[in-house]
């Protein structure tokens, strides 16, 4: 009684194999093969394929309206009213808007110059423009050299406001909007925000201001970001040709067609009546600047994108500040489009189409579908079917499709084509962390509101290689390896050899690049280490 026998715990069939785990395992999964692994997995290819589907419907539409606006689209100079701002005698530089020129940062050791000494440079009449720093440094260290730098630009005759306070309620939402409360910044018209590492050109309020100032229902002017640093890695350029697109064809095709795109948080200047009624900054999600956007869209104002100017910036260098960026930017659009998307619906300003056009076009495939589908289906699906032979994908949604998606979001940076394989293989390991992300915000799960600057290197790897070479750092685990991309290489290499073995699609030359990418990743061997 004491004893139960192992007859009575396993069935006859696992009786001759119970020390063989390995036969255990084989058996359980052919019983569960065919009444669910098959089916469960047959809907999620036929849901990835209709994501694919909604993806590159997307993709070669934008693909035909940037065609049709680079050969019959007039440029926003011609759709719009642009005359330069004519001096007046009588009421000399009072002609001429108040501007304020905001420049939020946190710990910006390595780039504050930049973005003071670039907006301290901007050609404008000096008393119809105050530059104001919103510093909510925490380093010590770091404060007094902002305020010091504010300092040497106000003795030289610039109107500059060095700003702080006594917390980061709200990050960088709230540090704009205690800006604004402000009584100097009451008076002003428009305000052009700039980050810490962007660098504008003298003549950018020259060129922006006009379309402001003669079309009255134009709330935003959007510039275009140069990306200075896109040379210093192989991350580095695979960034610079993931933003291309977004700029070449997402912002001028939304600007063409419904006057509406996401605000980029940056290089832009806003209408402060049209800002204030929207209802102002808000730190309900990690993306302000597009929580604003949409807010002001649907109030019925129109925004303008100039993909001919430029402003110089930084692109993140280290896997590390890349992988908290990517989070940031896929969970906060998903936490949004959660907060919004009935806001949108019962809206009454905007026309159907417009409300269309920002559910589905930009919310639902640009900020959810495009990557989850490029995740679980290029690195969960598709590597699956391998293991179950009785799923098949066709060949238009596993090799046509994604090419074609693939060939128009590499037209936007033509001097990268060459890159495209690794560019594919890269797209996808971060479709890892922008899926979860993506989840994040839908289900308001952890982290849904970190919110973690971006860290810009600046000039600090150049001074640091010209001085002294310092001695070897010790070596972190938790510094280069990344475990979620390791396993993710290791399921895609399984499934690799097992196509090799007894595989008949040929997946297996795409899953093994696919596993290497992961791998490298996962050891932390791209973009720049910068050691403690």
């Known amino acids: 009684m004491d004893q139960l026998s192992a007859t009575t715990l396993l069935p006859d069939r696992f009786q001759g194999t119970r020390d063989d785990v390995s036969e255990q395992l084989g058996v359980v999964w052919s019983q569960m093969k065919a009444p669910v692994i098959v089916p469960l997995l047959s809907i999620a290819v036929a849901i990835c394929l209709a994501m694919s589907l909604m993806l590159f419907m997307e993709r070669v539409y934008m693909g035909i309206v940037i065609v049709l606006i680079k050969l019959f689209g007039r440029k926003p100079e011609k759709r719009y009213k642009w005359e330069p701002i004519k001096d007046d005698v009588e009421l000399g530089n009072s002609a001429y808007p108040m501007v304020l020129v905001q420049i939020p940062m946190f710990n910006e050791r390595e780039v504050y110059q930049l973005s003071i000494g670039a907006s301290c440079g901007l050609s404008w009449p000096s008393d119809r423009i105050i530059i104001q720093v919103l510093d909510d440094s925490t380093d010590p260290t770091t404060k007094d050299l902002v305020e010091l730098e504010c300092q040497r630009w106000a003795s030289k005759g610039i109107n500059i406001k060095y700003e702080i306070r006594d917390n980061r309620n709200g990050y960088k939402a709230g540090a704009l909007k205690d800006g604004m409360k402000l009584s100097y910044a009451k008076q002003c018209d428009y305000v052009a925000i700039f980050d810490a590492d962007f660098q504008p050109e003298p003549d950018f309020l020259w060129r922006t201001i006009p379309f402001l100032v003669h079309n009255p229902e134009i709330a935003l002017v959007q510039s275009r970001w140069k990306f200075v640093n896109s040379d210093e890695c192989l991350m580095t350029r695979m960034q610079e040709m993931s933003l291309d697109y977004h700029f070449t064809v997402e912002q001028e095709v939304g600007s063409s067609t419904y006057a509406f795109f996401g605000f980029n948080g940056t290089a832009g200047v806003w209408r402060i009546t049209a800002l204030n009624e929207a209802g102002g900054?808000?730190?309900?999600?990690?993306?302000?600047?597009?929580?604003?956007?949409?807010?002001?869209?649907?109030?019925?104002?129109?925004?303008?994108?100039?993909?001919?100017?430029?402003?110089?910036?930084?692109?993140?260098?280290?896997?590390?500040?890349?992988?908290?960026?990517?989070?940031?930017?896929?969970?906060?659009?998903?936490?949004?489009?959660?907060?919004?998307?009935?806001?949108?619906?019962?809206?009454?300003?905007?026309?159907?189409?417009?409300?269309?056009?920002?559910?589905?076009?930009?919310?639902?495939?640009?900020?959810?579908?495009?990557?989850?589908?490029?995740?679980?289906?290029?690195?969960?699906?598709?590597?699956?079917?391998?293991?179950?032979?009785?799923?098949?994908?066709?060949?238009?949604g596993a090799v046509y499709i994604p090419i074609i998606i693939t060939i128009l979001n590499a037209v936007g940076t033509p001097r990268s084509l060459h890159l495209m394989v690794f560019w594919i293989l890269f797209e996808n390991v971060m479709s890892l962390h922008r899926t979860k992300a993506t989840f994040i915000g839908l289900l308001e799960a952890s982290r849904v509101n970190e919110w973690i600057v971006t860290e810009k290197l600046g000039d600090a790897l150049k001074v640091k290689a010209s001085a002294k070479a310092p001695k070897k750092p010790r070596f972190k685990i938790g510094d280069r390896l990344h475990l979620l991309e390791l396993g993710a290489g290791a399921f895609l290499f399984f499934c690799a050899c097992y196509d090799v073995s007894f595989g008949r699609n040929h997946y297996f030359i795409y899953l093994y690049l696919q596993a290497i990418a992961f791998f490298i990743v996962g050891f932390g061997y791209i973009g720049t280490f910068v050691p403690n």
């Open 281 to 396: 900054w808000k730190d309900r999600t990690t993306v302000e600047d597009m929580d604003l956007a949409v807010r002001a869209s649907l109030k019925g104002w129109k925004f303008v994108y100039l993909g001919d100017l430029k402003v110089k910036n930084e692109l993140p260098s280290t896997l590390k500040a890349y992988r908290y960026q990517q989070h940031r930017w896929s969970c906060g659009p998903a936490n949004l489009f959660r907060k919004m998307v009935m806001e949108i619906v019962r809206n009454k300003k905007v026309s159907m189409w417009k409300k269309v056009h920002v559910i589905y076009s930009f919310f639902i495939v640009r900020k959810l579908v495009s990557h989850i589908v490029t995740f679980v289906f290029y690195c969960v699906v598709l590597p699956a079917t391998v293991l179950v032979p009785e799923v098949e994908v066709p060949k238009w």
